[in-house]
Structures are given as structure tokens and as C-alpha cells.
């Protein structure tokens, strides 16, 4: 198979920001695409490392993404792997990569006795909701996911 994933490495911080950037545009959030190398750098690489990126390659050539990071559930008393982004290169979709990308995280999940994997997906993003099921993975529809940012970070923070 000509499909391979590795752990991204320092280098790669360009392709990852390039392959975030293709994600947000295909999200229609391209103006909420901020993060720059250094954000990478520190996030992914630097002393306190928050998140983890894998790089699938095609032929050798990089054609999507997965970046992740471990959250925590109460309830199981276990880590959980939470897919922040996972992309894959239009030209490059139906040839089973995201598919690939996701049982990666589900064995490194299984590996570091995670009790689960979980991500979030855009309600219009149909092809992806759909992709989503035919692996099992079930909606959430009862959970709603409130955020806090900008400004209103600031003022919570400031009490």
C-alpha cells in the first residue's frame, strides 16, 4: 500500500500550518485560521507539549493530516484522544487515508488505555457525518458545546 502515517516532526510545522489553512478554507473559517509556526512550534514541540499532529503520506508525498490531544473523562477514570482536525487532501479523498488516519488514533487510544476517541464535525458537513457513521462513531445530539474566547476570555478571566 502506498499510504504510510508517521508522527509529524518540527520540520514539519509548514506543511501542518498549509494543511490547517486547506481545512479552514474547506470549513469556510479561513478568517479564524490564526495560528502561525511559532504557535506550532510550542504547542506541538515545545516543553509543554498540548497536542500531536500525524502526517499520512501517499507515495511519500503528504496528503492529510490528523492533529490531536488527550482530554479526560470523570466518569470512565481514563484518558480519552480528542481529534481536533483531521484533513485529507480533495484530490486524495475515497482512497481509504482518513479512514487510516482515524484506526491510528483509535490504536494509539487503545495503546495508552484511552477509553475513548471523540471529535466534533460541522452540521452541514454531510460527506463527513456520513464517512463518521459508516466507522460507528454515534452524534452526541444531546451535548452542545458552548466555547469562550476573545474578549469574553478576557472579562471571565478577569472576574
Known amino acids: 500500500m502506498p499510504l504510510s502515517i508517521r508522527p ?23 478568517t479564524h ?6 504557535d506550532l512550534q510550542k504547542a506541538l514541540f515545545g516543553e509543554r507539549q498540548v497536542a500531536e499532529t500525524v502526517i499520512a503520506e501517499w507515495d511519500g508525498k503528504a496528503v492529510g493530516f490528523a492533529l490531536f490531544f488527550h482530554n479526560f473523562s470523570t466518569f470512565r477514570g481514563k484518558p480519552g484522544i480528542y481529534l481536533e482536525d483531521l484533513f485529507v487532501e480533495p484530490s486524495y479523498r475515497g482512497k481509504g487515508i482518513g479512514q487510516e488516519l482515524l484506526r491510528h488514533l483509535a490504536k494509539l487510544a487503545k495503546e495508552r488505555d484511552c477509553a475513548r476517541l471523540e471529535w466534533s464535525v460541522l452540521d ?18 444531546d451535548w452542545t458545546i458552548y ?13
Open 124 to 141: 452541514w458537513n454531510e460527506p463527513a457525518i456520513g464517512f463518521y457513521r459508516s466507522l460507528g462513531a454515534v452524534p452526541l445530539s
Open 147 to 159: 466555547r469562550v474566547t476573545d474578549e469574553a476570555l478576557d472579562a471571565l478571566a478577569a472576574g
Open 8 to 30: 509529524a516532526v518540527p520540520n514539519d510545522i509548514p506543511l501542518i500550518l498549509q494543511l490547517i489553512r486547506k481545512l479552514a478554507e474547506y470549513e469556510r473559517l479561513l
Open 33 to 38: 485560521a490564526v495560528a502561525t509556526a511559532e
